[in-house]
């Protein structure tokens, strides 16, 4: 059975995406900005980006049924190199102990205001 996830942010209508799908044993978790989606904001930090990106995520696997422990596979897009060793420590609290297989990538982001954005990948754990 599938599942489609929203935040309810205006962009998953108007690009035609959910910010989750799950399929069987599977949640696969769209590519998200650092967007606080309750009040449409953006900080203006890449910290508070991504602080805002992992709970945005974990909200999304929760209500899929599924937690950060599930995460098999990770996807980081940074707009600048300078940026790597200041979220290296705040995905490490995330995802520290679950090592997902993960890749980053600096790259241009959708808005001039966007400084990160990641994809996540999740199994359900059967033990």
């Known amino acids: 059975m599938r599942k489609l996830i929203s935040t309810g942010s205006p962009?998953?209508?108007?690009a035609g995406y959910s910010r989750a799908v799950v399929q069987g044993?599977?949640?696969?978790v769209?590519?998200?900005t650092g967007y606080d989606?309750?009040?449409m904001t953006m900080p203006d930090t890449v910290e508070a980006q991504t602080r805002n990106c992992l709970a945005t995520i974990a909200k999304a696997l929760a209500?899929?049924?599924f937690d950060l422990a599930d995460v098999v596979r990770a996807r980081y897009y940074i707009i600048d190199q300078a940026?790597?060793?200041v979220v290296f420590p705040i995905l490490g609290e995330a995802f520290g102990d679950i090592r997902p297989a993960a890749t980053m990538i600096v790259c241009q982001l959708n808005?001039?205001?966007m400084k990160i954005e990641i994809e996540v990948t999740a199994l359900r754990r059967t033990e």
């Open 30 to 32: 769209s590519g998200t």
């Open 37 to 39: 989606y309750a009040t």
């Open 83 to 85: 940026h790597v060793d």
């Open 63 to 65: 209500e899929g049924g």
């Open 111 to 113: 808005k001039p205001e």
């Open 11 to 14: 962009f998953e209508k108007t």
């Open 25 to 28: 044993d599977w949640c696969f």
